[in-house]
């Protein structure tokens, strides 16, 4: 999976940029405030249909238009294309996939997969679950045949069950039984994910010989020496107190570990940067394996909280792969050394104009 071609429009401070990338490795350079981020932004646009930076959509337009446009043109493995297209006003979306207009994101998802590792990536060891969820869904979206459908179902059921607690209790048995089958099958299958998560995770990190590895444990998201179904039991009188059911695969954690401690007990900023990356990288090797398809790679600000070493070291492990990847950095110099160089291309990002060249 590749984008072969990109168009921008009017989108923050990029008035108007196309661009042709490599396969592999592109290099974004320039200073701070010059676009980089938000050239990313338009390919997480078009995947997600929503901003990764989470500004409202009047402020994603740039302030002398009325609308963005945005446009890229898709190569699958097997060589089928694809043409994706976005216009976004104030108050309305429209997104366009070969012509046909699309409601669903999930067929946006499936059509450009991507990942992302932000500057602050690092936070999904130290904050709440929620993000730490989403990475695992995602993942399983992509690798677990069928799991967006069970997701969406144990969803659903998961909402009439929230509304029923206000309900009767007979009501409330026939969401139980439900959410207690969907929520069940869900389990199993992150019970598998994990695993082969870990499995990837280790390999990488015997790749970059990291003094710290890390190793995932799934939290179930309710008593373990309950079944599901028990623990809605037990915890029933307080779910209707509090009004939204309090276990069930939505309350699921991963819990980052090295050598049985939490890794964010023990890992400085530049180790944690490192650890969430390696997460993040497998996941994205994962879904390659799996579907056969490579997810876009989108890498903003790598140097943030890494030395030297350490951005020369991730980088490289990210061009070896062959992935199609987008890496802003502020200064080209540290980028020129790395692994697979000669298959990249630089794009010049300044004062929201865009300009490419081949790096040799």
Request: charged share 25%; with cysteine; net charge positive.
């Amino acid at each position: 999976m590749h984008i072969d071609y990109l168009s921008i429009e009017n989108l923050r401070n990029i008035r108007s940029a196309e661009l042709s990338p490599s396969r592999c490795l592109n290099i974004l350079v320039g200073k701070n405030g010059a676009g980089k981020t938000t050239l990313l932004e338009s390919i997480y646009l078009l995947a997600r249909a929503r901003s990764f930076r989470q500004q409202t959509r009047a402020r994603l337009v740039n302030q002398d238009a009325q609308r963005l446009n945005l446009f890229a043109r898709i190569e699958t493995s097997d060589k089928t294309r694809h043409q994706i297209g976005l216009q976004q006003s104030a108050n309305r979306i429209e997104i366009r996939k070969d012509g046909e207009n699309l409601r669903k994101r999930s067929i946006l998802a499936k059509t450009l997969p991507l990942t992302i590792i932000t500057p602050n990536i690092q936070r999904v060891l130290e904050e709440d679950p929620e993000n730490r969820r989403r990475l695992l869904n995602w993942g399983m979206f992509h690798v677990e045949h069928e799991y967006g459908d069970l997701a969406n179902r144990y969803r659903k059921t998961l909402l009439q069950r929230n509304k029923a607690l206000r309900g009767s209790t007979e009501q409330l048995k026939v969401w139980d039984r439900q959410i207690a089958e969907l929520g069940t099958e869900i389990h199993q299958r992150m019970i598998g994910y994990t695993k082969l998560w870990n499995d990837t995770i280790c390999e990488i990190s015997e790749t970059l010989q990291l003094d710290k590895p890390i190793k995932l444990e799934l939290k179930t998201g309710w008593r373990d020496e309950l079944t599901l179904y028990e623990a809605m039991e037990k915890n029933l009188e307080r779910d209707k107190e509090r009004g939204f059911t309090s276990c069930g695969p939505h309350r699921s954690d991963i819990k980052i570990m090295h050598n049985g401690i939490p890794a964010k007990n023990n890992f400085s900023r530049g180790e944690a940067k490192i650890a969430a990356v390696v997460m993040i990288l497998s996941q994205t090797l994962m879904t390659k394996m799996n579907s056969g398809e490579s997810p876009v790679m989108l890498v903003d600000d790598l140097h943030s909280e890494l030395d030297a070493e350490s951005y020369e070291m991730v980088l490289t492990l990210i061009a070896n792969q062959k992935l199609q990847s987008f890496v802003t950095t502020l200064s080209l110099d540290s980028s020129l050394e790395i692994s697979g160089a000669e298959e990249s291309i630089v794009f010049h990002v300044e004062h929201g104009c865009v300009k490419g060249t081949n790096l040799c």
